[in-house]
């Protein structure tokens, strides 16, 4: 079974950083993972992507976090990191990871915990 083992949230001042992590593990069925990412889902809305990355390395960002944060990945070791810079408040929620892969002829989603990132002004 597919885990998603997330850290690194936190509490930080604005203009601050912290880096996230998740490993997946329980990969033994998977064929591949294709993509790997990082979502939040702020209080009474839709969860929302902030950075998504490719097997072969292409990077998708949201604009809000462009140029901000920084989403790379260890395939050796199945493993998203999500380095984020300057941070405000309005980044404050939580942030899921996410990742597809692929078994048999089919595509597979699945979802981290969650973990709390929060921005004092």
């Known amino acids: 079974q597919v885990r998603l083992v997330e850290s690194g949230g936190g509490l930080v001042q604005a203009g601050g950083s912290l880096r996230l992590s998740c490993t997946a593990t329980g990969t033994g069925s998977i064929d591949s993972i294709n993509v790997m990412g990082w979502y939040r889902q702020p209080p009474g809305k839709q969860r929302e992507l902030v950075a998504i990355?490719?097997?072969?390395?292409?990077?998708i960002y949201a604009d809000s976090v462009k140029g901000r944060f920084t989403i790379s990945r260890d395939n050796a070791k199945n493993t998203v990191y999500l380095q984020m810079n300057s941070l405000k408040p309005e980044d404050t929620t939580v942030y899921f990871c996410?990742?597809?892969?692929?078994?048999?002829?089919?595509?597979?989603?699945?979802w981290g915990q969650g973990t709390q990132v929060t921005v004092s002004s």
């Open positions: 996410g990742l597809i892969a692929a078994m048999g002829n089919r595509d597979y989603q699945y």
């Open positions: 990355i490719y097997s072969g390395g292409k990077t």
